[in-house]
């Protein structure tokens, strides 16, 4: 149910476990996310804004960076932490 609203993919939900997101309209500022790249992890953030699922920012943790994510132009998976 949860896996629906929030738009994850996975075989069992649960808090411990990371969920790649497959749309990102359904991410919420705040939302702690993975960022990943052709299999090689970048670094965690937090999402900061998003418009309909196509663009998103995200503070990196630590660095502090605010970085623009664009769906269709980086081969970018992000996981729900």
């Known amino acids: ?23 990102w309209a359904y991410l919420r500022r705040g939302s702690q996310v993975e960022v990943w790249s052709d299999d090689l992890f970048l670094y965690t953030g937090y999402v900061d804004d998003h418009d309909d699922g196509r663009l998103l920012w995200v503070i990196e943790i630590g ?14 998976t992000l996981y729900l932490i």
């Open 1 to 23: 149910m949860i896996e629906q609203i929030l738009g994850l993919t996975g075989e069992a939900w649960s808090l411990t476990d990371r969920q790649r997101v497959d749309d």
């Open 63 to 76: 660095m502090g960076c605010r970085r623009l994510l664009v769906r269709d132009d980086d081969p970018v």
